[in-house]
């Protein structure tokens, strides 16, 4: 009871060999891991094409948010005898066009626009964001507005404040019918995947079946049904419009793919050796799902994603060509771009229809095409030190 | 002298920054002559034997400085089409993984006759008789019918075989055989090497054998460079070595190593520290932060590989072997 | 490997079944009659031609009629919409058109893909590489119609080397025939470069340089046909794809192809047109894929058919 509490000496040896492990300890944290993301960002920064497209589509998606804020011309306005007319820069600033001659009165106490006033300006139906954000609007820049830079339509719309509007719908339809693809597909991989053995051939034999079903048909098909009036006017008294169920449509035909990656992904997961290793030293499954599994999949399925919404946005111009996309008349790009071919006539050539839409659709999946295979290269360790 | 190599510097363009991958490296060798360069992965032995056959992808390499006089002609600034003359003719390349190395897509036949149609001129027929000639010289059984199958149907030692009947098709004057033997089951190491020293007997060529495995080279050659981090820390026969190392660097790669007259039990002793970063190559001796005979000198001055009073050649300031004598009597 | 074909015939079949059954319950719910959609007709003579095309018969056994007819003589009917003409005389006459217009389109993107591809990657981040990759993400980056409209407006009326539209003379089938190739183009030339490049990295390229060949015989005997695998697979579907693409490309040059009854037949209601086409497709989709898997065996012997 009295002796004092004193560790054990060592013998020499083993404090040598404790000193060597204590050098080895050292010497090891020295060494510094760098996570998965970290290391991509880097090397994301490092690619200039990359981050260029970022750059743009980040400026591209605030300014579709904020598009009633922008001093663009009503996208809805007609002025039949400005039709068809080519793109000007002189002036860069006009003033409004006012087609109504009398104009309903300013209300000083209705802080917002009434929905007639903005109809009767030529903007369509806007919620309370948009409504705000058109007054203030309104305060900042008055009644003064971009000249038609991009030309007019065959009513005399601007084409510029039309392709703002546009961006809104394309980037919505865009990103998401990639949304639904993404949560349907990498449900049904990861489960296929995960469960392995017979339920996974027979989910696999599945999606063969539907890869060879000729999707196109199936689209035109429901969106045939939704096109007629007595199921219009079903949706419309549930609150659904048909933005929404393309929505549903695009994604229902856009996980197929999404589910054969994510499965693959995660097979190759369950066997890969890290994983196996990870076990071995005891780490929980929640670990393992958590820092191995999940990581690596969702690498996977970002770049998808990015690589994804451009083939939507094309999909969407496709229908619009067909007539069966964006209703009018909202607009999207597409349906803008086809307005432009449509209008092609041997006695004149309205060029800036087909061409500034396209542009604005080939820009925007040039920045996500860039910017998906710039995140594979980042994220694949492969791709490391190539 | 059939080759010679002067003052060979290569670097690569990273992410990271400039690589000096190889840092200023001379060597000679002699017809018939095997040597042997050693060192850790990492450390320049492959590239400078892919830069001598002008293999460096440039970008992102570049040779920066140096000389490789082959039978007297400076394979450095050959022009592409007469390296190429040389190239699988006069010198000849095996690789470390027999299993990526042979084509997956042509048969073993399309790809031994292809060397001396090309390089000898031959008619298909003739150099298909030659090919099925060399497989069965490196100990491919039933070679005629064998020589119309694809590499996956090899072994991985059986490959190494076709690589090595391959590369001496043409009768070389110098066989570069890189790691030849790692990626293999120890027992086929065995039979690889013994294999490529009888066709050097044979043939009367000189061989580069490149490796991490001082064993491989105590068996296979007789005069051994040591490389660290682009350069040559030391230069001698195998037997003065392995009995005598110079370099603190060779030392340590000899203790690293487990050995049959030590006692059970004795600790292996590795090198401390880890390989020298190639963007940011410490001054002084290149392996100074890693020496346990360190002297004030050393961070200071690069070392030439000079020969000593005892003939022998190693890039350090101190007698190691002094030194680790008054170090095993320290400790009693 | 014929037991591997039979297989595979076997899963076609099933996937027809499949399609056929899921595109009859997709056309029947559609709301309307196929009969009244355009013009008004008094309720008798709508019965009477009910009764002619069968479709006052209950679902389950029109469903049963059709594919007894289809499945031993693949009969598919007569058109509802185009008078006097069964499906069967539709697809003849359309499908040499699309069909020429389509393999043109894809020999064009072949060669143009295949050589820029190759270019690219071996000449890695030299101009032209930059330049033709920058072209082909713009043709993978626009939508057919709009390739189709600059090149209308650059091509036929600007300078006018070629007809509007049309059919018949080998002027007019070129605008055409690169409207639709060109995004295949470019898909085929990245698929081509990356592939390319993954084999340049591969060891036994090093080997190929080592036995002193040249940088070409490389190219063409060791590389390519490693880098032509993903641009093989991707030909599967791409063919299908042709085929959809060719909707907008015949629409928009008034080509008499099987295009625009895609659409139309859908929209109308067609229902032995719409169910005839999609079994072409499927069909065509399915022998494709085959023959994919077939020349993938060909090409890389370590691929074993099962």
Redesign the interface.
Known sequence: MTETEQPPALPSTQSAELQRYERLLAEAEQIQGISLWRDAWRRLRKNRVAMISLGYLIVLSLLAVLTPLLPLQPPRQQITKLAFQAPTASPLFIREYKIAENEPAENPDEPLPTQAKIDADGFGPLNWFDRSLLAARRAIFGEWCFNSICGRDRLGRDLFARLFWGARVSLLVGLVATLVALVIGVSYGAIAGYLGGRVDNVMMRIV??MY???F???V???I??LN?E??KALMAKWGIDRLTVFFLVVGAIFWLTMARVVRGQVVSLRNEQFVEAARVIGASRRRIIFRHVVPNLLSVVIVYLTLTI?QVM?FE??LS??GLGVERPDVSW?LL??E??EV?T?VR?V?WM??Y??LA??????AL??LGDGLRDALDPRMKN? | MLLEVEDLRVSFQTDHGLVRAVDGISFSLDRGETLGIVGESGSGKSVTN?AI?G?IPQ?PGRIESGRANFRGQNLLTLPRREL??????RI??I?Q?PM????????IAQQLT??TM??RGWKYKQALDHAVEMLERVGIPAASRRVND?P?QFSGGMRQRV?IA?ALSCQPDLLIADEPTTALDVTIQAQILELIQQLQKEEGTAVILITHDLGVVANVCRRVNVMYAGRFVEEADVDALFAQPRHPYTLGLLNSLPRLDEQRGARLDPIAGQPPDLTNIPPGCVFHPRCPFRIDRCPQEVPALTERIDHRRYACFVDVQHQARVAVKENG | MGWFIIKRLG?ML??LW??YS??FV??R????SPLSAERKVSPEIEQNLKRRYRLDQPLGVQYWDDLRRIVPHGDLGASLKIQDFSVNEIIAQGFPVSASLGILALAFALTLGLTAGIISAVRR?SLADFSMMTIA??G???????I???V??LF???WPLFP?GGWGRISNIILPAFCLGAPYAAYIARLTRTGMLDVL????I?????????ER?VIL??AL??ALLPVVSFLGPAI?GVL?GS??VE??FGIPGLGVH??NA??Q?DYPL?MG??LL??TL??VM?LLVDLSYAI????VKLH
């Open positions: 063969d079946v060879s079903i000729p196109i048909f199936v035109i098909f429901i045939s049904i007629t007595d199921v451009p094309l111009a496709f060509f067909l597409g771009a086809n432009g071919v092609i041997p050539t060029w087909v061409v839409p396209g659709l080939a820009m925007t999946l040039f095409n860039f190539r | 892919l056959l293999l970008p190429q003359k040389i190239r699988g003719n000849a390349m690789f993984d990526t190395s042979l084509n997956p897509f042509l048969t292809e060397v090309l390089h694809y996956y690589m391959m | 899963w099933l996937t499949v399609v899921v595109s997709l056309m719910s559609v709301p309307g981040g993400t713009i993978i980056a626009l939508p057919n119609f709009v189709a409209g600059i209308i407006i036929v009326f600007l509007p990295s591969q060891d036994y090093r080997t190929a340089f080592a036995k002193g060949l040249s015989t005997r060791h046909r490693g299908a959809t909707l907008v629409k928009i895609f659409v859908a929209l209601l719409a086409l999609v497709y499927t989709l399915y894929n090409l890389d012997p370590r």
